[in-house]
């Protein structure tokens, strides 16, 4: 139930042509307090309630708690969450031992793609893509969490 992982930005849509399989996202959050989150997602035909805690020191880790709900469950607890639902298309690309999961989002976030790898352990070595960017893990404004409450289209982009 630890996650860990780490997140770039994408410097290019070249990953699109790597990519595997791909899906829509919608996720809100019914809860985004600093020592905790309570996420709703609805991936494709799926529905999950998550609960993250907060992150170690690096931003690298933290407590992950996932379990699927049905899709009439996330639908109507997703009309429940806190103001701002984020909507994204996330890609699936394998590079060596490890799966990047892609999010080009759209709506009040549209213009931010994000890269995020799992590890089985905070200094796994893993292969950098040409299309991977700026390293960003620990960067609390790009959690989705924050991205809900600050869209990435309010940002200050010079």
Same mark, same amino acid.
């Given at each position: 139930?630890?996650?860990?992982?780490?997140? $770039? %930005?994408?410097?290019?849509? #070249?990953?699109? =042509?790597?990519?595997? !399989?791909? *899906? @829509?996202?919608?996720?809100?959050?019914?809860?985004?307090?600093?020592?905790?989150?309570?996420?709703?997602?609805?991936?494709?035909?799926?529905? $999950? %309630?998550?609960?993250?805690? #907060?992150?170690? =020191?690096?931003?690298? !880790?933290? *407590? @992950?708690?996932?379990?699927?709900?049905?899709?009439?469950?996330?639908?109507?607890?997703?009309?429940?969450?806190?103001?701002?639902?984020?909507?994204?298309?996330?890609?699936?690309?394998?590079?060596?031992?490890?799966?990047?999961?892609?999010? @080009?989002?759209?709506?009040?976030?549209?213009?931010?793609?994000?890269?995020?790898?799992?590890?089985?352990?905070?200094?796994?070595?893993?292969?950098?893509?040409?299309?991977?960017?700026?390293?960003?893990?620990?960067?609390?404004?790009?959690?989705?969490?924050?991205?809900?409450?600050?869209?990435?289209?309010?940002?200050?982009?010079?």
């Amino acid at each position: 139930m630890q996650e860990i992982e780490r997140k $770039f %930005l994408v410097n290019n849509l #070249k990953f699109k =042509e790597e990519a595997v !399989s791909s *899906f @829509e996202i919608a996720q809100g959050f019914l809860n985004t307090h600093a020592e905790r989150t309570v996420r709703i997602r609805i991936k494709g035909n799926q529905g $999950f %309630l998550t609960i993250k805690g #907060k992150s170690n =020191e690096s931003g690298t !880790s933290r *407590f @992950e708690w996932e379990t699927e709900i049905s899709i009439a469950e996330a639908k109507q607890l997703l009309k429940l969450c806190e103001k701002g639902i984020i909507e994204k298309k996330r890609y699936n690309i394998p590079s060596g031992n490890h799966t990047f999961e892609v999010d @080009e989002f759209f709506g009040d976030n549209e213009g931010l793609i994000i890269a995020e790898v799992e590890l089985q352990h905070e200094n796994e070595a893993f292969n950098k893509p040409d299309w991977l960017g700026k390293e960003v893990t620990g960067q609390t404004p790009y959690y989705n969490s924050q991205l809900s409450k600050k869209p990435y289209k309010t940002w200050n982009h010079e």
